[in-house]
């Protein structure tokens, strides 16, 4: 299965501290439970997962079967790291922070029931803060308007903004 | 698949770490928490320093510390326990 990672600077897990070799293939510690096993995004998981550095990278990574599919990621017991998507870097982070906030002011405008201290609030994260923060405050902002679903269908908005800016199949 | 949204705050951030650290909270948990370490700076400082905590002081026994540094420890938290310190 094709999916997709980011990672530190240098190919390093940000939370493994695992720096990873190119198209080599790397495997979970021996009898290693699905909790190790080494996770990585569907396009719908990428949102949750944008870092705050402005280093960070994103890779196309394969995964070996068996696949197992979690809320927010897939995990596997062995992966490699193809190539990485040349189109993720600071200028898309500007320009999805800037979307976050305008896409915040359009749901605060279009708000009604909520306190707007409260929704001001959310636009001044997503305003002030990274991408991913943005991405955060914009989902709770259409959780507080409208509910459960209207998160969820704001981060799945995020995800195709994400897929089709980056080309990612 | 629960229905619980991916909301966690530095609080809540603050009340799992020990169990994050020792690796004993459940998947969703440990993808919540990570989500909010993506984007939450101060959380990664919080974190790095839990982690210097651990570093330093899991050596630490009973025997290692000697008497007099043992009872001024104890001395501080007494008074921290009384509302002193």
């Not at chain 1, 600071?90 to 999805?96: D, H, T």
Request: glycine residues 6%; contains cysteine.
């Amino acid at each position: 299965m094709i999916a997709w990672k980011f990672l530190e600077a240098g190919r390093v897990g940000p939370f493994s501290g695992f720096r990873w070799p190119v198209d080599e293939w790397v495997s979970a510690p021996e009898g290693a439970g699905e909790d190790r096993w080494i996770h990585a995004c569907r396009p719908s998981d990428l949102p949750y997962w944008v870092p705050a550095s402005p280093t960070a990278e994103l890779w196309r990574v394969e995964l070996d079967a068996p696949v197992v599919a979690h809320r927010w990621q897939v995990a596997s017991p062995r992966a490699r790291l193809l190539e990485p998507v040349v189109a993720w870097g600071p200028a898309v982070e500007r320009e999805l922070r800037r979307e976050c906030s305008a896409q915040a002011r359009r749901l605060a405008a279009g708000a009604s029931g909520v306190e707007p201290a409260v929704t001001a609030q959310y636009v001044q994260t997503a305003d002030t803060w990274n991408a991913g923060c943005g991405m955060f405050a914009l989902a709770q902002l259409a959780r507080t308007i409208g509910g459960d679903a209207a998160g969820d269908a704001e981060r799945a908005r995020q995800a195709r903004w994400l897929a089709e800016r980056l080309e990612l199949e | 698949m629960t229905s619980a949204p991916p909301h966690l705050t530095c609080q809540h951030l603050v009340e799992l770490v020990t169990e994050y650290l020792e690796g004993k909270l459940s998947h969703d948990d440990r993808s919540r928490l990570e989500q909010h370490l993506c984007f939450c700076d101060s959380c990664v400082k919080y974190l790095e320093q839990m982690r210097q905590v651990l570093r330093a002081t899991g050596r630490l026994t009973e025997e290692s510390i000697t008497p007099e540094a043992q009872e001024k420890l104890l001395d501080v938290f007494r008074k921290w326990k009384a509302g002193g310190a």
